[in-house]
């Protein structure tokens, strides 16, 4: 029925009545006191039902009051009678409820089948109104035997206040007996609201339901005290769950929290301007169906509308926007930057939306990655982002301070130490480089959110920093954190700490009995462990390629020519082509025990690029040039062959000499460091005797000062040579003591040096 609004009206419960002349003053102070109830009593713990008869008039005053939101319905009404079971079929109740949520209103229905209500060739069935079924019947389709009074919704309680017939000869209502005890029945639940198809408001499966025996003539007071609602503060707090969307729409202002505001504001979840509450961490989704007027946004405005150029926007936009056919998905997602209150608000309207409160979540919603520390005492969760990286510490048992250091102990290493200080949380940044408190030294690194609680005893604190401070001068300058590069962590535990003035009272009671290598990116951790035997022959190969057969080969070339039968090629040769198998077999052995090939780091680019180099050579051997004949000058494709293969045989050793240095720079990232530092001293001393060799043969002459001007482009003889076409090969041998210069018959002696003649053609 079309609702009749009146006078603002709130229910009280009136005193009992101790005699007849009080019952007559009691009836004739409801007539002028309309907002009065002779009786109450109490259907649920949230339902309550007050009523005054009125028995000259042969109507009966009915007040339903429940603690539910406005988007709920209140039932009352009388069962069949004679019904033993099954009270609410054939029952005659009535559905009070609001319209919009905003609009009170009451109307008759009637339960002719447990359901909702549905029509079968225009016979509806179900709960439906009694205008549903009378719809047909001219004889009672304007009758009514109920006429609403007030209704309202305020502080989370619903109160509707309606009178009703005693008799009716409808066949749809039954017939009161205000002397006799009757069987009442109540339900509240979820209402149904209009749509297209079904122009009714419908209830749905009722949430709550009982009866009561009640005699409408006997006085009741069972009411004490006002009804509250159950969390009245929480009554327009929607809380948002991971996966489940949030309708936004729109509908009309009655109670906005934040005055003055337009006609129309937003709902969330059909609830005016509510408090949405969201953790950080957890994805929070939006289905937007509020029309293309209204853009959905979230800012750090309270005002709303189009945002300045300062505002800034953490989800939505111009483009939020959707229709209950098309509605427009939006995904949120707060982090731990995120301030602990924001704004949803229309992009093209000021104050239509409210509040959101961000708390904090669990750690494990709020970083990325998270594993335990060595021992399983502290663990660590991380998150990087484009500011930097993100780190929370928690330390499992409990603790007065809990210590993390970057390095393999405690001593040489960045610590961040969490503590609690006159019930104050706080956070130190130290540089540790001695086993005593008086090497914990203060540093000033640039750490924001940071925050630190105890809970139940343990400690946990978070902070966020830049992997690079981009700072000189200081030493927590040197606190650059690679992403790419394993980070060692070590951590420790005591019962006191101060941000000052350290003693050995401070020292810790328990530390980590290693350290743990952390990978940033891929969210994992691996304790100290000693060099993986594969790894361990991919290096022995690698040295063996490039350290002493390549250069060896090299050294042959130069150096050797002066043994037989082209001794100095055979072992150039071999030292070569056994240096490129050793060097690709090292490679695979490497790819094999890694399960991954990746050309991210510096090592494998270097290594790619030596390998390139030195593939060249046998391909650049085998297109070599023929030497020109005794006496002719070298063609220009000779002179060119001997120019790449020199220098890029040169730049290929240079770039495996780099190549091995990086290679042991990784194995110390990831593996013990004074290991490590061992093999970088060893292979510099190698490189070093390598280097002081060569250099002692150029000055010395090994071959006696030949090798200088045979090994020019001139002579076309450097390296490389057959035994078809001999580039070591001399005219004269070393024992002809005698030289002849050509045309002039001269012989000059060149004592412990070979011969040179010279012909000139006849």
């Known amino acids: 029925m079309t609702p009749t609004l009146a006078p603002a009206m709130s229910p009280h419960p009136a005193l009992p009545p101790s005699s007849s002349e009080d019952k007559n003053a009691r009836l004739f102070s409801v007539k002028n006191q309309p907002t009065m109830f002779d009786n109450c009593i109490v259907l649920s713990s949230i339902y309550r039902l007050r009523w005054t008869l009125n028995a000259e008039t042969g109507t009966v005053d009915l007040g339903v009051e429940a603690a539910v939101p406005d988007t709920h319905y209140m039932a009352f009404g009388w069962a069949k009678p004679g019904s033993t079971s099954a009270f609410m079929l054939n029952a005659d109740v009535v559905l009070a409820g609001f319209q919009n949520h905003t609009t009170p209103f009451v109307d008759d229905y009637y339960i002719s089948k447990y359901g909702e209500c549905t029509w079968d060739q225009d016979v509806p069935s179900g709960v439906c109104p009694d205008s549903a079924y009378s719809q047909n019947d001219n004889s009672s389709s304007n009758r009514t035997d109920l006429k609403f009074i007030h209704g309202q919704w305020q502080d989370g309680v619903a109160f509707m206040r309606y009178q009703k017939t005693l008799q009716s000869d409808s066949q749809f209502d039954i017939g009161i007996n205000a002397t006799s005890e009757m069987v009442a029945i109540w339900a509240l639940g979820l209402m149904k609201q209009p749509d297209s198809l079904r122009p009714l408001y419908l209830p749905e499966k009722h949430t709550s339901f009982g009866h009561v025996s009640l005699n409408l003539s006997d006085t009741v007071d069972g009411c004490k005290g006002p009804l509250q609602a159950p969390n009245s503060d929480d009554l327009d707090l929607i809380v948002a769950e991971a996966g489940v969307p949030i309708v936004v729409s729109v509908g009309p202002a009655t109670h906005y929290p934040n005055p003055p505001h337009p006609d129309e504001v937003i709902y969330l979840n059909e609830v005016e301007a509510p408090v949405l509450k969201v953790e950080r961490g957890v994805q929070v989704t939006f289905s937007v169906q509020a029309g293309h007027e209204v853009a959905f946004y979230i800012s750090e405005s309270p005002l709303g509308g189009e945002p300045s150029e300062n505002v800034t926007i953490f989800a939505g936009g111009s483009d939020a926007q959707g229709v209950p056919a098309t509605p427009y998905p939006l995904v949120w997602k707060p982090d731990r930057f995120t301030p602990d209150e924001v704004y949803y608000h229309s992009y093209f309207q000021k104050k239509m939306g409210w509040k959101i409160q961000v708390v904090d979540g669990g750690l494990t919603d709020m970083y990325n990655s998270t594993v335990y520390l060595a021992d399983q005492k502290v663990k660590l969760y991380w998150m990087i982002t484009e500011a930097g990286i993100s780190f929370a510490v928690r330390a499992v048992p409990k603790s007065g301070y809990v210590a993390i250091g970057f390095g393999e102990s405690m001593v040489n290493t960045f610590a961040y130490v969490g503590w609690l200080e006159d019930d104050t949380c706080k956070v130190g940044t130290y540089w540790i480089d001695g086993r005593d408190s008086g090497s914990i030294h203060r540093t000033n690194e640039s750490l924001t959110d940071v925050q630190c609680a105890q809970q139940n005893g343990m400690i946990t604190f978070q902070f966020s920093r830049p992997l690079d401070p981009h700072c000189t001068g200081h030493q927590e300058c040197r606190n650059v954190i690679d992403p790419s590069i394993p980070l060692k962590i070590v951590w420790a535990i005591g019962t006191h700490w101060s941000a000052d003035h350290l003693t050995s009272s401070n020292m810790h009671s328990s530390k980590s009995s290693k350290y743990m290598s952390v990978h940033l990116t891929k969210g994992v951790a691996e304790p100290e462990q000693e060099l993986r035997p594969v790894l361990a022959v991919h290096g022995f190969m690698m040295f063996l390629a490039w350290a002493l057969l390549f250069p060896g080969g090299v050294l042959a070339a130069r150096y050797l020519r002066h043994l037989k039968d082209d001794g100095w090629f055979q072992i150039h040769v071999y030292a070569q082509y056994s240096g490129i198998a050793i060097m690709l077999l090292g490679v695979l052995f490497a790819i094999a025990e890694k399960g991954e090939f990746h050309t991210g780091s510096l090592h494998v680019k270097l290594g790619l690029t030596s390998i390139f180099f030195a593939c060249m050579q046998p391909i650049n051997a085998f297109f070599r040039p023929k030497k020109a004949a005794p006496g002719e000058r070298p063609s220009t494709a000779r002179v060119v062959w001997l120019f790449v293969h020199r220098y890029t045989g040169g730049l290929a050793l240079l770039v495996g000499f780099v190549t091995l240095w990086t290679g042991i720079v990784a194995l110390r990232n990831e593996y013990a460091g ?78 412990g040096k070979q011969m040179e003649v010279q012909l000139q053609t006849l």
């Not at 093999?679 to 490189?687: F, I, N, P």
């Not at 030949?706 to 070393?734: P, T, V």
């Open 674 to 751: 004074d290991q490590m530092r061992g093999l970088g001293w060893a292979l510099a001393g190698w490189l070093f005797c390598v280097a002081t060799l060569t250099i002692y043969l150029e000055y010395r002459g090994f071959r006696h000062g030949q090798y200088g001007r045979e090994s020019s482009f001139a002579k076309g003889d450097w390296i490389m040579a057959n035994n078809e076409d001999d580039d070591s090969a001399n005219l004269l041998r070393s024992n002809q003591p005698l030289s002849t210069a050509a045309g002039s018959g001269e012989v000059q002696l060149y004592p």
